[in-house]
């Protein structure tokens, strides 16, 4: 007798999708999943001899309903997929399916917030606690939570900026209370749960994208309030392999400054991308030195490439500050004039 898709497990539906997709759509997914998710689906599809198509047809219906469901959750929360769920499904459809979606998947909390527009947020939230503005920000993209930090009054940058930066988990309890007092200035509903979000990540991505002016602001305060976690940002906030995002001067104004050693250390664990671009800066002459140097220091410790490509950093971090090279960013930074 063959089965029914509510008689297999959840690895084994998933298997089953991803042999109906294709190699190639599947290939696809494989890039946004982790190392032990795709072993065990690689496992479970090497295991499956002969699918019915039944059940092929059951596992796609299912994975349709469950998308539509989500997507229908991100617009407007819990109660409103319900709905439109069971317009499309009717009811007793509609209620298993968000009943598999809550029971499997969270749901993150200021959903509803992230579709809001950020100068029209800024009007509910800027009055609020540093804390509360922090937990919410942290929960916008980088894009959105930019605009509102840096509309924020000077002395509450710094103060949210920290907070984003020290956060780590955050309750239910919290999060309901927050939601609610939104709730009650949007009119919107959203659920909660334990939830990672926040630390030192999450603010670099938000200063990465503010303008010039407001993340030294921020920065400066920082430093005075708290400086090995300014410390701790500023490392973050520009990374070695962001080197290929600077412009052909820059880089040849950056290796002026730097150590032939450093660079031959640094290179050594750099991606393919990145030593093109260093080596197309420079000298044929100094580039095949570089490169033999690279070839017989031998195996390097990852301490030590770290250390080398953070001086190599701190380096570019200089010559933005004297305004020597420009590090591309969002807000007026990009404009050039």
Same mark, same amino acid.
């Given at each position: ?69 989500q997507q229908y959750i991100a617009e407007g929360g819990i109660a409103y997929a319900k709905e439109l769920l069971e317009k499309a499904l009717g009811v007793e459809k509609a209620k298993e399916v968000i ?61 949210? *900026?920290?907070?984003?930066?020290? +956060?780590?988990?955050?309750? #239910?309890?919290?999060? @309901?209370? $927050? /939601?609610?007092?939104?709730? =009650? ?33 921020i920065m400066e305060q920082l430093e005075i309030e708290d400086p090995e976690l300014a410390d701790e940002i500023r490392k973050k906030m520009f990374v070695f392999e962001d080197i290929i995002n600077l ?40 580039? *095949?030195?570089?490169?033999?140097? +690279?070839?017989?220091?031998? #195996?390097?410790?990852? @301490?030590? $490439? /770290?250390?080398?490509?953070? =001086? ?26």
């Open positions: 007798m063959a089965r029914q898709s509510n008689e297999i497990s959840g690895i084994q539906k998933a298997a089953i999708l991803l042999i109906t997709l294709g190699p190639e759509r599947s290939a696809n997914i494989f890039k946004h999943l982790k190392e032990d998710e795709i072993e065990a689906l690689t496992l479970e599809i090497a295991n499956t001899r002969s699918v019915s198509s039944s059940v092929k047809d059951q596992v796609l219906d299912e994975f349709y309903e469950i998308c539509l469901a009943g598999k979606l809550t029971a499997s998947l969270q749901v993150r909390p200021f959903e509803f917030v992230r579709k809001t527009d950020a100068t029209q947020l800024l009007n509910f939230i800027q009055d609020e606690h540093p804390q509360t503005i922090a937990l919410i920000l942290a929960y916008l993209s980088p894009a959105q939570a930019a605009t509102i930090i840096s509309s924020l009054s000077p002395d509450k940058q710094a103060d949210v *900026a920290k907070r984003i930066a020290m +956060m780590d988990r955050t309750s #239910p309890d919290v999060i @309901k209370e $927050v /939601e609610k007092v939104l709730e =009650r200035k949007l009119a919107s509903l959203m659920n909660q749960d334990y939830t990672i979000v926040g630390g030192v990540d999450s603010i670099v991505e938000i200063l990465n994208t503010v303008d010039r002016g407001t993340e030294k602001h412009d052909d001067k820059s880089i040849q104004r950056v290796l002026r400054e730097v150590d032939n050693n450093d660079l031959a250390v640094a290179l050594k664990a750099a991606g393919e991308e990145v030593q093109n671009v260093i080596f197309n800066n420079m000298s044929k002459r100094l580039a *095949a030195m570089i490169r033999e140097d +690279m070839e017989y220091m031998g #195996p390097v410790r990852l @301490k030590d $490439v /770290e250390e080398a490509q953070q =001086r190599i950093v701190n380096i570019i971090r200089k010559l933005e500050e004297s305004s020597e090279i420009i590090i591309a960013r969002g807000g007026g930074d990009e404009i050039i004039v």
